[in-house]
């Protein structure tokens, strides 16, 4: 019995020793090209509008020529898309948690007045008047995640309804009135220090445009290695099994909110830079403007997946055409047209990017 019992151990063992030792591996058995793209866009949604942005540039360098691609035109669109960029930074960490804020433009607008209304009607001194309206914008974020967090209500009807309460108390406050440029340049020029230019070659910079360079650079390295930024994308994913997890879904999400204020009033000094004076009509398209070059620049309205970067090229793209259907002479309606194609197509992708995860 033994002797038979062992035969048939030495029969399984050789017949073992010629069997495949290949490891089972499904990882993109049986895809086509397109579905491998699909999952090669899913992992790296920067992808696509780093793709259109080089298309844009390409179209109409080969239509317009130097006068389009030179340094000189690339730094203005930089310079022009500089504000979008700070406060599509702030508007793209509320999205990422599946949210939206329509008060961002608003909360810039309040801090700048306020800023500019301290420092130059009241006497206050610059610094202290730029630190109080960062004050004011992180306050004003604060409470839009307290009712989102706490009181849990939707992020649209809270965003919409600040919105008007923001723009209200802007209105009372200055009661509608701006300060001049030159009264600015005389009692705060450090309000417009984000304004200034300096030159390197042919091509011409403001500190507003290094500013949003360092600002997405800063928040590309928070949300992908720190702890706080992965949560960020983990309650954009799933709020639920993020708060399973052990996640404090709702003091971060408040702090989102906070932050993204804070943003919105790093935003509203950049804009009396731009434009030199306070004006408390100005940047009311801001949160349309935001919302966007996070759109166009990959992050999902879902939540949960998206980038900075992807924002900051967004705001290019709209940049870019922009220019260059003005350079070529067409009628601006078009450039509004085309704004909104991106902006379909755009959610039109993601859409279907997003079915590698269903």
Not at 69 to 95: D, H, K, P, S, Y
Not at 123 to 148: R, S
Not at 220 to 228: A, C, G, H, M, P
Not at 326 to 344: C, E, F, K, N, S
Request: aromatic share 10%.
């Amino acid at each position: 019995m033994s002797e038979t019992t062992s035969t048939k151990g030495s029969d399984f063992e050789s017949g073992l020793a010629k069997s495949d030792t290949r490891v089972a591996d499904f990882s993109g058995h049986g895809r086509t090209p397109l579905q491998h793209l699909q999952h090669f866009l899913h992992g790296n949604p920067t992808m696509v509008p780093i793709i259109v942005l080089l298309f844009g540039i390409m179209v109409f360098g080969l239509l317009i020529g130097q006068r389009f691609f030179n340094a000189f035109t690339m730094t203005l669109i930089l310079q022009q898309v500089a504000i979008v960029g700070i406060v599509g930074v702030a508007q793209t960490l509320i999205i990422l948690t599946a949210g939206i804020d329509l008060s961002v433009g608003a909360i810039m607008v309040l801090s700048s007045v306020i800023m500019g209304n301290l420092a130059v009607m009241n006497g206050v001194p610059a610094p202290i008047a730029i630190l109080v309206g960062f004050a004011v914008g992180t306050l004003c974020g604060a409470i839009n995640g307290v009712l989102v967090a706490k009181v849990k209500l939707p992020p649209f009807i809270v965003t919409l309804g600040m919105w008007f309460v923001y723009e209200a108390i802007n209105f009372i406050y200055t009661q509608n009135a701006t300060i001049r440029a030159q009264d600015v340049t005389a009692e705060a020029p450090l309000l417009q220090f984000l304004g200034n230019t300096f030159q390197i070659g042919g091509a011409v910079f403001t500190y507003a445009v290094i500013s949003v360079l360092v600002l997405v650079a800063l928040f590309y390295y928070i949300l992908n290695y720190t702890s706080w930024g992965r949560h960020v994308y983990a309650i954009g994913d799933d709020e639920d099994a993020a708060r399973l997890s052990g996640i404090r879904s709702n003091k971060v999400l408040i702090s989102v909110y906070a932050v993204s204020g804070l943003i919105c009033a790093f935003a509203g000094w950049a804009l009396i830079g731009r434009i030199g004076s306070v004006s408390p009509t100005s940047g009311y398209e801001a949160n349309i403007q935001a919302i966007t070059a996070v759109v166009i620049g990959g992050t999902s309205l879902f939540g949960g997946r998206g980038s900075v970067l992807g924002t900051l090229v967004g705001a290019l793209i709209v940049g870019v055409f922009a220019m260059g259907l003005r350079i070529y002479g067409t009628d601006p309606q078009w450039t509004r047209l085309t704004v909104g194609a991106l902006i379909i197509l755009a959610v039109a992708a993601d859409q279907w990017i997003r079915k590698v995860s269903a």
